[in-house]
């Protein structure tokens, strides 16, 4: 059974930092490119950044060069650092993995950015 649990979300400042997490279970973590995603209310869940299996990585154009993505295959876990929040950064993120053709999310973090 596959679980993604996503954690570190929270009410920041703008031009503040926060660095989310998103432990997998169920897979052998190494094989699967995982990604980040995030949704505002009352907007469609868009793609924030995704990293493969073999370590290629791919930003939105909103990132900005302000978020990195990486990965510890030996934790299996995923990581999102997030710097020069802006309030627009405000949205549930979560982390997706497709394996055997079946999408999976975790239940997302909450990132809220205001002053």
């Known amino acids: 059974q596959v679980q993604l649990v996503e954690s570190g979300g929270g009410l920041v400042q703008p031009g503040g930092s926060l660095r989310l997490s998103c432990a997998a279970s169920g897979i052998i973590f190494r094989r699967f490119g995982m990604g980040w995603y995030r949704q505002a209310p009352g907007k469609q869940r868009d793609m924030v950044a995704i990293i493969t299996s073999g370590g290629v990585i791919h930003y939105a154009d909103f990132v900005e060069g302000r978020f990195t993505i990486s990965r510890d295959n030996v934790k299996n876990t995923l990581y999102l650092q997030m710097n020069s929040l802006k309030p627009e950064d405000t949205a549930v993120y979560y982390c997706?993995?497709?394996?055997?053709?079946?999408?999976?999310w975790g239940q997302g973090t909450q990132v809220t950015v205001s002053s």
């Open positions: 997706k993995v497709v394996a055997q053709s079946t999408e999976y």
